[in-house]
Each structure stands twice: as structure tokens, then as C-alpha cells.
């Protein structure tokens, strides 16, 4: 049970380029969200899902793109880098309502975008 | 729309000594309320949560957390501070289909 898997640890992009940020889950869990770590302002969500086929805007949703095409994967897609997504992304799934279980996350993507 | 602020942006206590990190939210009715932990280069970790009930909740690595619905605040409480607690807090509240967080507290520890 590996639990979210986030891949790649780290990336360095170009101003303009494209990347998708994997997450995989294994808990066969229903929701899962992108958020990004800044420092001094927590984590601000992105997008979620709430099942497969189903995805919503959270907070900074601008410049990314999400699908869910099966429950495992929620992959995070950015289309043209800017220097303001230098970040620390993560990848987070829960069983139903997060309010009512909480979180489990991957262990990050750290982007920096030059 | 529910919140949560953490006062204290750096805190240092000694090892062994007891620590207490604030939280305070604000949400009318009772809240949905997590404490996380983030160790350097690592993701978060659920240490407890609060729905209702007992207001005093026990979680991981010997850590509680006291709801008070007077003081709008959910504090984290340890006894005795260990060197390896020295970590990122994070004060979280759910709803709707998210949690929000504050923007951490840092605990450093000194032997």
C-alpha cells in the first residue's frame, strides 16, 4: 500500500513550457485535490475531485488543468509555465467528504519555473 | 466562508519542555477541525481531527488538542517536546468538499 505516489520530486521548467505533475492513490479513495505550498500562505487549493469524471475549481485554479479519467490517477497539468508557479505542489486524496476524514498526502513536487 | 488563523509564525521551545501551538478559527456553527504536521521535504501527516463530542482530542506522537468554542480556538498541546518534533503545523478546518488551512506555524527545538 504505497498510499499517493507524486511524481516527479522535482522540476525545473522554462517560462512557457508545459509539464503534468502525476499523482496515483492506491486507497481506492473518491476525493482528491491539488493544492500548492507558498511560504507565509499555507496551502491554497487548486482543484479537486470528487470521483471519476468529476473535477472543480478551488482557489488559484488559474493556469492548470485537471481530469479524472479512473479513481487512481489526478494528474495536474500546467500549461504554460510562469515564474509565479514556482511552488510546492501536492497531491492529496481522501475516502469521502475530506471534512469528515482529513487528507492523505503525497510527499510533494517542488517546481521551480525560470 | 471557514477559516482558520495561527498567530505564531516561529516558535522555540526547549527540549522536554511543553509546548502549545494556537489556533483560532472562525465558523458559526461547530467546526471540522485537523492539526497537521510537515516535516522538512516531506508531505503532511494527520496528527488529529474534531468534529464533536469530547472537546479535549488525543492524537499521534503524543500530541492533543483542546476545542473552545469561547475562544474560537483549537490549541495543540504536548507535555514534553522531543528534538524530533521540530517541524511545520498546520491548523486546518472542512466543508464543503475541502479542508483550508492556516499558514503554519514553525516549531524549532532546542536541545
Known amino acids: 500500500n504505497a498510499g499517493v505516489t507524486q511524481t516527479p520530486k522535482f522540476q525545473v521548467l522554462k517560462t512557457g513550457q508545459s509539464m503534468t505533475l502525476q499523482c496515483a492513490q492506491d486507497m481506492n479513495h473518491e476525493y482528491m485535490s491539488w493544492y500548492r505550498q507558498d511560504p507565509g500562505m499555507g496551502l491554497r487549493l487548486i482543484h479537486y475531485?470528487?470521483?471519476?469524471?468529476?473535477?472543480d475549481q478551488g482557489e488559484v485554479p488559474n493556469g492548470y488543468n485537471v481530469s479524472r479519467s479512473t479513481t487512481e490517477d489526478f494528474p495536474l497539468r500546467l500549461l504554460s509555465a510562469a515564474p509565479s508557479q514556482t511552488s510546492v505542489y501536492f497531491c492529496?486524496?481522501?475516502?469521502?467528504?475530506?471534512?469528515?476524514?482529513?487528507?492523505?498526502f503525497g510527499s510533494g513536487t517542488r517546481l521551480t519555473v525560470v | 466562508a471557514q477559516s482558520v488563523t495561527q498567530p505564531d509564525i516561529h516558535i522555540t521551545v526547549s527540549e522536554g519542555a511543553s509546548l502549545e501551538l494556537r489556533c483560532n478559527y472562525s465558523?458559526?456553527?461547530?467546526?471540522?477541525l485537523f492539526w497537521y504536521v510537515q516535516s522538512p521535504g516531506q508531505g503532511l501527516q494527520l496528527l488529529l481531527k474534531y468534529f464533536s463530542g469530547d472537546t479535549l482530542v488525543q492524537g499521534i506522537k503524543g500530541f492533543e488538542a483542546e476545542f473552545k468554542r469561547s475562544q474560537s480556538s483549537f490549541n495543540l498541546r504536548k507535555p514534553s517536546v522531543h528534538w524530533s518534533d521540530a517541524a511545520e503545523y498546520f491548523c486546518?478546518?472542512?466543508?464543503?468538499?475541502?479542508?483550508?488551512f492556516g499558514t503554519g506555524t514553525q516549531l524549532k527545538v532546542e536541545l
Open positions: 465558523y458559526g456553527a461547530t467546526p471540522y
Open positions: 475531485s470528487v470521483g471519476a469524471g468529476i473535477t
Open positions: 492529496a486524496s481522501s475516502p469521502g467528504t475530506p471534512k469528515n476524514y482529513g487528507y492523505t
Open positions: 486546518a478546518t472542512g466543508g464543503g468538499n475541502k479542508l483550508t
